[in-house]
Every structure is written in structure tokens, then in C-alpha cells.
């Protein structure tokens, strides 16, 4: 059984940085790229970053340059580095795991991810 547990959101103020984890079991790790969505309150779920197996990234604009998704293959788990957070970054965050195997450009669309983790909220303060 696949499971994703996602830990280190929190309460932070504008400009902070925050680190999210997310460790995977169940699964080839290696073999399938993860990916980062959020949601906040009475929006969609959006994707934010994702990391394929070679260790190709892709982000959304809203999150260039200030976030950067990795994966450690041995520890079975993937980060989510996020610095100069900004109050629209508030949301649940929700670490993912691709359907298919071997892709190493994330797709964007929360369809193509067949497993997903509880979420862990991030809140920013202004």
C-alpha cells in the first residue's frame, strides 16, 4: 500500500522560509516522479512544483524563484523548500505520486497523480 505522510507546514510570517517533507513507502520511489499541489479555503487545488525521476523540476509562476522542489531517492522522500513566503501562499499542501512510472517532466495536472498524502497547512501572516 502507497502511502505519502507530508510533515513541516506551519505558522510563519511574510518573508520566512519553510522546508516541507514528505516521505513515501509502499512504492519504487525512484521510479516515479512526485509533485507538490496546494489548497487554500474556497479555492482549487493548484499545482505548485513537481520533480521527475532524473530530477527535472517544473513550477508554477506563482512560486518561481522562490521555491525549490528535491528528492532524495535513498530516504524515500521528497522536500519542498519555500523562502520568501507571502500571505497567498496559505493553504493545505499536498504532496503527490505520479501514475505512471519513469517521467521526468511532472505533469501539472492533479489527474495524472494516483496517490496522495493527508496535506499539511501552511499558514503566512502579513
Known amino acids: 500500500q502507497v502511502q505519502l505522510v507530508e510533515s513541516g507546514g506551519g505558522l510563519v510570517q511574510a518573508g520566512d522560509s519553510l522546508r516541507l517533507s514528505c516521505a513515501a513507502s509502499g512504492r519504487t520511489f525512484g521510479a516515479y516522479a512526485m509533485a507538490w499541489f496546494r489548497q487554500a479555503p474556497g479555492k482549487g487545488r493548484e499545482f505548485v512544483a513537481g520533480?521527475?525521476?532524473?530530477?527535472?523540476?517544473r513550477y508554477s509562476d506563482s512560486v518561481k524563484g522562490r521555491f525549490t522542489v528535491s528528492r532524495d531517492t535513498a530516504k524515500n522522500t521528497v522536500y519542498l523548500q519555500m523562502s520568501s513566503l507571502k500571505p497567498e501562499d496559505s493553504a493545505t499542501y499536498y504532496c503527490?505520486?505520479?501514475?505512471?512510472?519513469?517521467?521526468?517532466?511532472?505533469?501539472?495536472?492533479?489527474?495524472?497523480?494516483?496517490?496522495w498524502g493527508q496535506g499539511t497547512q501552511v499558514t503566512v501572516s502579513s
Open positions: 520533480v521527475g525521476v532524473s530530477g527535472g523540476t
Open positions: 503527490a505520486t505520479d501514475r505512471r512510472d519513469w517521467r521526468d517532466h511532472p505533469s501539472v495536472a492533479g489527474i495524472e497523480y494516483d496517490y
